[in-house]
């Protein structure tokens, strides 16, 4: 079975904070995803990576930035936390074979004060 | 850009009653993913219909993919309460060999017992 952890379930922290948000998966995926879910507006993407070193933004990559140093881990960082960034944070990575169907990991709900 | 939309955004039914949710999008797709995700949890592959026209069923689900491959539809036949949860679609994103995918905003499902 396809694994994506997250590092924490639930995180809180301060505006002006940088906050590291990691992502690993198991099934040496070449594609990974972030993406933040708020209520009524789904899910929206953040950036993506299709190889180690390689990223891509998606729709919303104001205040965020990623590494990917290795295959199977894919960070997100905030660089100074905002109170608009509290959300549910979502990693995501393909099979690019067969369906090419989204695995994703359980989340981390991050709130900033 | 390209945009999938989706509706309703909530339907609440009463156990047994059949659920149907659409799915728009502003461009031809190549193929269109279904997802669920249960309260509390992430979103899951469902399905991936490929084919103009093309109509697949999972046990009380039927998924339908449009002639025009720009819409798309989700029928649950008689509701049960594990059905409860958000059911989004997807499309493939605008950037060739990306496997960006673009979510519509979701339906939310209730079934009352």
């Known amino acids: 079975d396809v694994k994506v952890t997250q590092s924490s379930r639930y995180l809180v922290k301060r505006t002006g904070e940088k906050v590291f948000l990691e992502c690993v998966q198991d099934m040496d995926h070449e594609n990974m995803f972030w993406y933040r879910q708020d209520p009524g507006l789904g899910l929206r993407l953040i950036y993506f990576?299709?190889?180690?070193?390689?990223?891509e933004k998606g729709d919303i990559p104001e205040g965020y930035s990623v590494s990917r140093e290795k295959k199977e881990r894919f960070s997100l960082i905030l660089e100074s936390a905002s109170t608009n960034q509290t959300s549910m944070y979502l990693c995501a990575s393909i099979l690019t074979s067969g369906y090419n169907e989204q695995f994703f990991g359980p989340g981390t709900r991050l709130t900033v004060l | 850009g390209q945009q999938v939309m989706q509706i309703p955004q909530y339907q609440h039914v009463q156990e047994g009653e059949d659920f149907t949710t659409y799915c728009n999008s502003s461009t031809t797709l190549s193929n269109i993913q279904w997802y669920k995700q249960r309260p509390g949890g992430h979103p899951v592959f469902l399905i991936q219909l490929v084919k103009s026209g093309e109509v697949k069923k999972q046990k009380r689900l039927t998924f339908q993919f449009g002639e025009a491959k720009k819409n798309s539809s989700l029928h649950i036949t008689a509701t049960q309460t594990t059905d409860v949860g958000t059911y989004f679609c997807?499309?493939?994103?605008?950037?060739?060999?990306?496997?960006?995918?673009?979510f519509g905003k979701g339906t939310k499902l209730s079934v009352i017992p």
């Open positions: 990576s299709y190889d180690v070193k390689m990223k």
């Open positions: 997807a499309g493939p994103g605008a950037g060739a060999g990306s496997y960006q995918l673009t």
